[in-house]
């Protein structure tokens, strides 16, 4: 792997982790019922991928869509339905815990890289990926303004990341934003029949924009592009990123203050992130001689 194109995939993921950790402050500040939150997204998120497909590739781009085989719609059905268990769980339970949650990824990650990818990971990997679940624990085992519910539910859409990642990495050949775009329209079909308000207030319809425009077409377009060109266990520490920054979000706009044991927990799984993102550059970056 290039070093160049290693760089590129570490900034894509990182970039996307950022646009992705702002689900808890859209699902905060829109108040329609939870399945027009979900078509109004699906919607306007495809759209955006759709337009970034065709910007990208041109009118081929669409080709895509006949050519997503089973791997591809596989990874369209588990990230659809890992959307409807994210979103329900931020209403369901506090964002902090979904995003703790949310943070065992790498662990996940780890364990079906090595039984379906037979990839090893490094020590440097194993140490990071055990340090950001401590700190997962911690903010868990610490908290108690969460719901069963609302938890298992974050716990599926973890699942459901973990897979993605690793079908991502084995099948590199999966037109990546039309199977995305697949996914997000899935969840519309699904959601539609259930929804009760598709005329929202100006207000409602401005948040749900930029619900679909940045969190869903910046975030997944950026994943689905920088996920390919780094290993699977980067990509989810990277993610793990989300765990301190989306109660940051929440806290900064709706004053909810994060417990001790939430910033104690963030501050390990930050931490653990940055100390392998560091150490990995450091290794693919060559010395420069001396003069």
């Given at each position: ?6 760089r590129?995939?570490l900034i894509?993921?990182a ?22 939150v979900l078509?109004?997204?699906g ?20 080709k ?16 659809g ?13 506090s964002?902090a815990?979904?995003?703790v949650?949310?943070?065992?990824v790498?662990f ?10 037979h990839e ?12 950001a ?20 539910l ?7 990341m973990?897979?993605?990642?690793v ?5 590199p050949?999966?037109?990546t934003l039309p ?7 899935l969840t519309?079909?699904c959601c539609?029949p259930f929804?009760?308000?598709?005329s ?9 924009a930029?619900f ?9 377009a950026?994943?689905?592009l ?7 266990i980067e990509t989810a520490l990277?993610?793990a ?9 929440v ?8 417990s001790?044991a939430?910033?104690?927990g963030a501050?390990?799984v930050?931490a653990a ?16 001689p001396?003069?």
């Amino acid at each position: 792997m290039a070093a160049s194109e290693h760089r590129l995939g570490l900034i894509l993921v990182a970039i996307s982790t950022l646009a992705w950790s702002t689900a808890g402050l859209f699902t905060r500040a829109i108040t329609e019922d939870l399945f027009s939150v979900l078509v109004w997204r699906g919607l306007l998120g495809s759209l955006g991928m759709l337009g970034i497909l065709i910007a990208l590739q041109g009118p081929k781009g669409l080709k895509g869509f006949l050519h997503l085989g089973k791997a591809g719609w596989l990874y369209a059905l588990i990230s659809g339905a890992g959307m409807l268990a994210y979103i329900t769980s931020l209403r369901l339970t506090s964002i902090a815990h979904v995003a703790v949650i949310y943070a065992v990824v790498p662990f996940m990650t780890t364990a079906l890289a090595w039984a379906m990818l037979h990839e090893r990971p490094n020590r440097d990997a194993v140490i990071a990926s055990l340090a950001a679940f401590a700190g997962a624990v911690v903010m868990v085992g610490w908290g108690h303004d969460g719901t069963l519910t609302g938890d298992a539910l974050a716990f599926l859409m973890t699942i459901g990341m973990a897979l993605m990642v690793v079908i991502a990495r084995r099948h590199p050949e999966i037109p990546t934003l039309p199977a995305g775009i697949t996914s997000a329209m899935l969840t519309v079909v699904c959601c539609l029949p259930f929804a009760q308000n598709l005329s929202p207030a100006p207000d409602q319809l401005l948040l749900l924009a930029g619900f679909g425009l940045v969190n869903s077409t910046l975030g997944f377009a950026l994943f689905l592009l920088g996920s390919t060109r780094i290993a699977p266990i980067e990509t989810a520490l990277i993610g793990a990123l989300e765990a301190p920054i989306a109660p940051l979000w929440v806290w900064l706009i709706f004053n909810e203050t994060p417990s001790p044991a939430t910033i104690v927990g963030a501050t390990i799984v930050f931490a653990a992130v940055i100390w392998h993102i560091t150490r990995q550059y450091r290794r693919s970056t060559p010395a420069i001689p001396p003069i």
